[in-house]
């Protein structure tokens, strides 16, 4: 029981995330990312979250990418599309769920030519799952 104790979420309310997105404590980060993404609030107001895009810490991406699905800030969604460029799988499949999610039918093509290349069935998914969110059809064979 006592790592799960350890493991327990911090304290993190909708004054502090600024302060948390800069805390050391990856998970002080994650938590604060949980509360922008529960909010609904704007990612892209938190200077800190540049810096939280060169993480390693996949749980700390993972909200990231989240959160950047619900910006509204230009520059989120080209953040986004490198991202999808990352090693982990779960952050891939998150930046396609997030780029589908923002609606913005640019990404369709990066989208395509990332599921081409993918030999990972979860992400592939996912890619679908975006260019369907975004309006794509694929075409009839004949």
Known sequence: ???????????????????????????????????INQKKAEIGNYKAYRNMLKSTYVPELYWLVKTLGISK?????????TLLDHSHPNVVCMAFYALGRKGDKRAVKKILKKIEISDHWYCQWYAYRALRALGWKQRKLK
């Open 1 to 35: 029981m006592i790592p799960f104790y350890l493991m327990g979420e911090k304290e993190v309310n909708i004054k502090n995330v600024a302060q948390a997105l800069e805390s050391e404590d990856p998970q002080e980060r994650v938590e604060a990312l949980k509360v």
């Open 73 to 81: 800030k230009y520059e989120t969604y080209y953040d986004l599309l």
